[in-house]
């Protein structure tokens, strides 16, 4: 029933639609019905001389009126992507002529060529009649075409926006790592601008204010056409920011101006559509400016875009725009009336009690023929009153561009003298305070450094962003990038080199490629002197200012003296570890949705494990292992639970069963795919099995449980849940049963929820039982930074161990008390912890009193930091100079007491 009742609409909608031309069709029919009849004598006489050429010349003179009277009515039924189905008159004509159609097919007898006068006529007739019919049928298919890409269009610009919208909801879901809270990862950064929110941390609020007044008081008078700001700046320098900071003054005001935002950039390669698309946004931001709006202005808009809206075929490769061909010049009647509508839009913004301001972004991305149409869009088509347009452009890109356009030798300085023509107010943007966006990108970066446990202070940080002059829209850029690379590379790279490349990369991308495209030369193996020379001289010919960045990172360019502790240190510019900043990339293949709903059939089926295993192992021959485990991770929030419990039981199973201690699982895709079901699984009815898979007590899913730690560490309950598992099964036999980076895990998962008091009498047992080796490895670091974090790595082996343990362990042992001693030792094979305990036992005392006699020979300040440091020491250690340490720490925070006071 709802199926007729649908067809029943449709027949009563096209019959309205279709009215005119049914009633016209029936009545001239009608009419030559009847001519037929009464006028059949007339009609089939044979008629020479001078009544043949009478008749003919009345035709042809009534034909060409007819014919003319045809074209003015297409003229004025708008362009051709208007629906003709609306048009009445046209409707009408058309009427007409099928009218003429059936009675000449129905009625007219008449063959050959031996015809009578009227009736070869009609036949002309009957052929113009036919063409004007064929005209209809293609301008509706047009029509049709155009509507279907344009809701085409709308479909494919609504999936975008709500992808994009998941994105930035995913993204708004990640706080920001804080100081109090140092596991919570922050988001990547998704604002488009630094002006949005209120937020100025730039110092150019009052710049933006000063021009949004100028504005104003410009646009609060009836001057006859519009005044073009143009905003320079290179490309990411905050010139959206300033537009965003504008429109708050002028959004904050009683009687403020109607805002139109028009990024023309958005409208792809099609720059015919660029003018209707504009006209469109100032007809929407005029309505929603104001209810009671104007509506004859806004009826003169539409009609308006109407005569500037292109018609565009495509077949493939190619667009055609009908309105590009030389139809609509100075003296054709589209253009006359074109220009009548435009004065008249013009003498109604006149008497309007509306402001327009006109922000155009992101000129500097579009080709030539996209910027020549957004320059007569604004000096010709919308050169309205009480109007004024800011665009922000790049003036090197726009001028370059305007010189391919205008000059045949392509001569910037033409480029140049049509922008100064086309831009009345070239207002260049403030320059960046150094210091403000060095502060800015110390905020941003801190918490990404702060979620990986990084000690990187501010002054390093602003001495990067300083020296690579990074700009506020790089700044973003790079916060994203050390997101996604520092949790990545942070174990295996210097970190601070890593920060530095990754600047170069957002800044000076063609220095970046140039770094790995010449990656020998950097590191000092480039021996043909020749070639040597001329990477240097391109060097210094392009990126001058960053040559002291580079020999920053790479000092072999200019000598073959290696510094042992670039090696120490996993440093950039050791070609060992050279390639290790550049080696990780995405992989372009990938899985289609059969192919996982084939794994999770396998998975759900009976003999589960064996049919899951084989369809796996297809999968990655196909692909990798990467971009299956990735997909999988990409299921897990769309699965149901059960099927993400069976997952869980799945690759926990196959990950115990293929465990090998003799291979690291520390960038295993395994562990983390593991890691991300299991999280999901814990926040859920499900955390109990979650936990008992995971947890279960045997051996090898230690490793799982460190990794589980590394990559969850937000989640309180979570630590109680391993604290209590861990202080059952918990031991030295079974931790060393695992690969080396897995006892690390293990052991800080075991460190960080362990009681303090427990922890301190299992590791002096240890220690006592296994040996000092066994258990330093956890308390100290392998890499001898410097002497102030020795000090702390030793202190910390002094809370654990006992001194006498200490001693015992390094009994014939030489003692070590320089760093060449120290890398002596490592190249003839020693045990490095051992190495740098004798180290820290030999030399920390010495440190700490030499530092403190240095505090009081330059009376300086003895910081809080280094007093407790001091402290510990001596409580904990045991020498000959922590008597004469304690005498200087006393003086020197005497002294600072009375100084206080003085």
Not at 462 to 475: A, D, Q
Request: aromatic fraction near 12%; charged fraction near 25%.
């Amino acid at each position: 029933m709802k199926t007729i009742f649908k067809w029943l609409n449709h027949i009563k909608f096209w019959a309205i639609k279709l009215l005119p031309l049914i009633m016209t069709t029936a009545f001239i029919y009608f009419g030559l019905l009847v001519l037929r009849v009464s006028g059949a004598a007339l009609f089939g006489r044979d008629y020479a001389g001078y009544d043949r050429q009478l008749i003919i010349f009345v035709y042809s003179f009534i034909g060409l009126f007819m014919v003319w009277g045809y074209l003015r009515v297409l003229w004025s039924s708008g362009p051709w992507s208007d629906n003709p189905l609306t048009k009445r008159k046209l409707l009408r004509i058309n009427g007409v002529a099928l009218a003429i159609l059936l009675d000449h097919i129905m009625n007219d007898h008449n063959s050959g060529l031996n015809k009578p006068l009227f009736s070869i006529l009609y036949d002309v007739t009957y052929i113009f009649a036919g063409l004007s019919l064929v005209r209809l049928e293609i301008s509706f298919l047009l029509f049709s075409i155009l509507k279907y890409e344009q809701a085409d269009r709308l479909r494919r610009l609504a999936y975008r926006m709500e992808f994009l919208k998941s994105i930035i909801a995913d993204n708004k879901g990640t706080g920001a790592g804080t100081d109090n809270d140092k596991t919570q990862k922050p988001g990547f950064n998704t604002e488009g601008s630094l002006g949005k929110e209120g937020k100025d941390k730039l110092n150019r609020e009052e710049f933006a204010k000063h021009v949004a007044q100028t504005i104003e008081k410009h646009i609060s008078t009836a001057n006859e056409g519009a005044l073009t700001i143009g905003l320079y700046g290179p490309w990411g320098s905050g010139k959206s920011s300033i537009f965003d900071m504008m429109e708050r003054v002028f959004v904050s005001k009683e009687d403020k101006p109607v805002i139109v935002r028009f990024q023309p950039w958005f409208f792809g390669k099609d720059y015919m559509n660029l003018i209707p698309e504009f006209l469109n946004k100032l007809i929407d931001s005029i309505k929603e400016h104001s209810p009671d709006y104007d509506a004859g202005l806004i009826h003169d808009l539409k009609t308006y875009r109407k005569f500037l809206t292109p018609i565009s075929l495509r077949p493939p490769g190619l667009i055609i725009n009908l309105k590009d061909f030389p139809t609509n010049t100075v003296f054709s009647k589209d253009y006359q009336d074109a220009e009548e509508l435009r004065e008249h839009i013009v003498n109604r913004l006149k008497k309007a009690k509306i402001k327009l301001v006109v922000f155009i972004d992101d000129l500097d991305r579009l080709d030539n023929k996209e910027i020549q149409m957004v320059f007569k869009l604004v000096r010709m088509i919308a050169d309205f009153p009480k109007t004024t347009y800011v665009i922000a452009l790049d003036e090197e890109i726009v001028s370059n561009s305007l010189a391919q356009l205008y000059s045949k030798d392509f001569s910037k300085n033409v480029g140049k003298e049509y922008l100064e023509k086309f831009i009345q107010v070239p207002l260049y943007i403030p320059a960046c305070d150094p210091v403000l966006l060095a502060k800015l990108g110390w905020e941003m970066i801190k918490p990404i450094l702060v979620a990986e446990e990084l000690e990187i202070n501010q002054r390093q940080i602003s001495e990067i962003l300083t020296e690579l002059k990074v700009s506020p829209r790089n700044l973003q850029r790079l916060t994203n990038l050390l997101q996604l690379f520092l949790p990545l590379l942070k174990k295996d790279v210097f970190p601070l080199d890593l920060i530095r490349l990754l600047t170069i990369k957002v800044s000076k991308p063609n220095l970046f490629d140039f770094i790995v495209e010449h990656g020998d030369f950097f590191l000092g193996k480039t021996e043909d002197e020749e070639t040597q020379s001329v990477l240097r001289k391109e060097l210094k010919k392009d990126y001058a200012q960053y040559l002291f960045v580079i020999k920053k990172l790479f000092p072999l360019m200019d000598t073959n003296q290696r510094d042992e502790k670039w090696k120490l240190q996993k440093r950039i510019g050791d070609p060992e570890y050279f390639w290790t900043y550049f080696m990780y990339s995405v992989p372009q293949n990938k899985l289609s949705e059969n192919d996982m709903d084939n794994f999770y059939s396998a998975l759900e089926s009976e003999n589960s494990k064996a049919k899951a295993e084989e369809q796996q192992n297809y999968l990655v021959r196909k692909t990798s292992p990467e971009v299956f485990y990735r997909k999988l991770e990409e299921k897990i929030a769309s699965s149901n639970e059960n099927r993400n419990l069976m997952l869980l039981i799945y690759l926990t199973t196959k990950f115990n069963a293929e465990y090998d201690k003799e291979k690291s699982y520390t960038y295993s895709i395994e562990g983390k795919t593991i890691t991300s079901l299991f999280s999901h699984l814990y926040n859920s009815p499900w955390r109990t099995s979650a936990i008992n898979i995971i947890f279960a007590n045997n051996a090898t899913n230690l490793a799982l449980t460190g990794i589980v730690y590394a990559q969850i560490t937000s989640e309180e309950e979570l630590k109680k849940d391993i604290q209590n598992y861990l202080s059952t099964c918990f031991s030295y036999s079974l931790l060393m049963g695992h690969h080396e980076d897995d006892i690390r895990r293990i052991y800080h998962a075991w460190s960080e929820t362990a009681e303090e008091d427990v922890k301190q009498n299992i590791l002096k047992n240890w220690s006592s039982q296994y040996g000092i080796e066994a258990i330093i490895r956890f308390l100290m670091t392998d890499v001898p930074y410097e002497d102030m974090l020795l000090l702390e790595s030793y202190i910390n082996v002094l809370k654990y161990v006992p001194l006498h343990t200490i001693e015992k362990g390094l009994t014939g042992l030489e003692h070590i008390k320089s760093v060449s001693n120290m890398i002596d030792e490592f190249n003839m094979g020693g045990n490095r912890y051992l190495i740098i305990l004798s180290y820290m036992h030999n030399t920390m005392y010495d440190f700490v009193l030499n530092t403190l006699k240095l505090i009081e020979e330059k009376d300086g300040l003895l910081t809080f930091e280094f007093s407790q440091k001091a402290t510990s020491l001596c409580e904990l250690g045991n020498s000959e100079h922590i008597e004469e340490i304690i005498r200087l720490q006393n003086k020197l925070l005497f002294n600072d007491i009375h100084q206080d006071f003085a």
